[in-house]
């Protein structure tokens, strides 16, 4: 095999490459023997084809077979003799080739950046420890108690409103016809609470208890049962009852037991224990991106940008109504941020062991409760999801790995302090707004 080097500059490789005649030889004879061995034709017992006869019936599928096959080993030991690691999968253009001659091709790709070492002792972080004190208790017990819904029976009759809780029948039909799941008994809602699709909830206001209604809806394009989706339904309703909701629910022992709690110190314990969980997984988030940020700054080295593309592409199906210019800002980072991570974790021999895959799977099955079994078959299924959840869990090792030997800072705080750094602007916003969403039921 002889390489001539047609580019070199940075990460970009590009060669022309010779495969002598007689390689190419030997192994399309070796395959034509191997087929000849077993072939069948009229005429002939099995092994006692001629191999010219072979050559005619079978050159049209074994030629581009071998001819990848010398071609994938032919870069192999070239990467694997200039010990240099392709960054995507090389790009192959055949020049010339004819049966009898050499095999010559173009091989075009990107190599892997060399990566400096860094000291981790220069990057510092702030590790917060959460300082509950009796007024965050009570802060929290307030929101509780706002966001909880208790109902009473009605002091006096009145129509439906928006907030009531609704006890009723249904039955519905599409076309005239019924079909699966289309009738209800003792059936409730909190109006307004879009349990039910768009439209349904907003014809039960103004109704009396024992008053009957027939209302109109049409079933969602993306509706889960897909047989209904995009149709138009009649629902005949019967209001069995309504009740209204306490406005200002008194912080006792009875808000205690309605959430599911013993007495009131307990409900007080349950929200400690709440408040540490939540604390100590948004302040690893927090850490997470401070070194993580830390890291893209302090590293200088060449990005591939073939690499870069292929993760544009990949973002833009996830979020297609994203600019151009915040899609190549993620995918410069992520890139970038992956190299790093994946250097780190090579130089420093970190695993993922099949004890950590499993406490992975394990992971991602609590997320959904009832289907954990469901989920770890998933995943016992898909090899392909399987490593993307390696790569996860790698990561993962290599930022605890980081977070060991960086430079940690400690500082006592509480919930609003630890929201206040710009790490968890995001998760912020989302907390804020689910809260304003609650105070408005």
């Known amino acids: 095999m002889k390489i001539d080097e047609l580019n070199s500059k940075g990460l970009d490789r590009e060669w022309k490459v010779t495969i002598p005649a007689s390689l190419v030889n030997e192994k399309l004879s070796a395959k034509y023997i191997e087929i000849s061995n077993t072939a069948k034709l009229p005429g002939f017992r099995p092994g006692k084809v001629p191999i010219n006869l072979v050559k005619q019936k079978y050159s049209q599928s074994v030629m581009p077979n071998v001819l990848d096959e010398i071609i994938n080993t032919s870069i192999r030991k070239a990467v694997k003799d200039k010990n240099i690691q392709p960054s995507v999968q090389p790009k192959i253009d055949v020049k010339k080739f004819e049966e009898g001659s050499e095999l ?127 149709k138009e339904a009649e629902f005949s309703l019967k209001i069995k009852d309504i009740q209204d909701r306490v406005k200002n629910v008194k912080i006792d022992n009875q808000l205690a037991t309605e959430m599911g709690e013993k007495d009131l110190e307990s409900l007080k314990k349950k929200i400690s224990e709440k408040m540490q969980f939540d604390f100590e997984k948004f302040s690893a988030l927090k850490i997470r991106r401070e070194i993580t940020e830390k890291l893209i700054k302090l590293y200088k080295f060449d990005i591939p940008s073939k690499m870069v593309d292929d993760e544009k592409k990949f973002l833009k199906s996830q979020s297609p109504k994203e600019s151009d210019s915040e899609i190549n800002k993620q995918a410069t980072r992520r890139v970038k941020l992956g190299l790093i991570l994946n250097s780190i974790g090579k130089k420093n021999t970190i695993e993922v062991t099949d004890q950590d895959l499993t406490k992975a799977v394990v992971a991602e099955a609590q997320k959904y409760p009832g289907e954990e079994k469901k989920i770890v078959d998933f995943y016992q299924k898909n090899p392909q999801m399987m490593d993307n959840l390696r790569g996860i869990a790698f990561e993962e090792k290599v930022m605890s790995f980081l977070s060991n030997v960086c430079k940690a800072k400690n500082k006592k705080t509480n919930f609003d302090e630890l929201f206040k750094s710009e790490q968890l602007k995001p998760e912020k916003q989302i907390i804020s707004n689910n809260s304003n969403k609650g105070k408005e039921k």
């Open 104 to 230: 010559i091709f173009n091989v075009s790709f990107q190599i892997m950046p060399e990566i400096a070492d860094i000291n981790f002792k220069e990057i510092s972080f702030e590790k917060s420890e959460l300082d509950i004190k009796d007024d965050d208790i009570e802060k929290a017990l307030i929101e509780v108690a706002e966001k909880h819904e208790r109902f009473l029976p009605l002091e006096k009759k009145r129509k439906s409103k928006k907030g009531d809780l609704i006890l009723f029948d249904f039955e519905g039909k599409v076309s005239g016809k019924k079909f699966p799941g289309n009738k209800g008994k003792d059936e409730t809602v909190v109006l307004g609470s879009n349990k039910y699709i768009p439209g349904y909830e907003d014809q039960m206001i103004n109704l009396e208890i024992g008053e009957s209604k027939v209302i109109k809806v049409t079933f969602p394009d993306d509706y889960r049962a897909k047989e209904l989706a995009g």
